[in-house]
């Protein structure tokens, strides 16, 4: 198999489009995904040069945020999760430390004004860089079939105290 690495090389660099605001000022308040912080209200700034692509956005009741983990820790390749004590690869798990420090969250939509989202459902940071913004599509995005790997039959759990 072709290895295609060089072609990163003349990729265009990823910029953030915009800025994410929360009440999540530390790690420690931080929730862990945005199911488990439903009444949690945020504010997706768009920087205004790139507003234009927002057209008809608040025609969707849910959207995903892609952004940076910009105060992630070390990358462990193989790591404890918030759910589980066991350690799991780190493709296998949501954990925010990883080598390219990306993270997603569907949010639901509040409103729009010019440039700014009011979203429901934040589970980062406040002033956590925004990579980029797609609608949720239920008819696209559902797979009834998918199934939930190790995670099945965890139980919820807080965010261990300490672990990153």
């Not at 927002?54 to 969707?60: M, P, R, S, V």
């Not at 849910?62 to 105060?71: A, G, Q």
């Not at 992630?72 to 799991?88: N, Q, S, W, Y």
């Amino acid at each position: 198999m072709k290895n295609n690495i060089n072609i990163l090389k003349d990729s265009p660099k990823i910029e953030p489009i915009g800025i994410i605001h929360t009440p999540y000022l530390t790690k420690e308040e931080c929730p862990i995904q945005p199911v488990y912080s439903s009444e949690s209200i945020g504010s997706v700034e768009v920087f205004e040069k790139f507003e234009a692509g927002l057209k008809d956005i608040e025609t969707f009741s849910h959207i995903y945020l892609l952004y940076l983990f910009d105060r992630a820790g070390g990358i462990e390749m193989v790591r404890a999760t918030f759910l589980d004590d066991k350690p799991h690869g780190i493709y296998a798990s949501r954990h925010p430390c990883r080598p390219n420090n990306i993270g997603i969250s569907i949010v639901k939509l509040l409103k729009r004004n010019k440039n700014i989202l009011n979203v429901e459902g934040v589970d980062m940071l406040d002033n956590t860089p925004l990579l980029d913004i797609k609608p949720y599509i239920p008819k696209f995005d559902i797979i009834d079939s998918a199934s939930e790997g190790w995670t099945a039959g965890r139980k919820w759990r807080p965010k261990p105290i300490g672990r990153e």
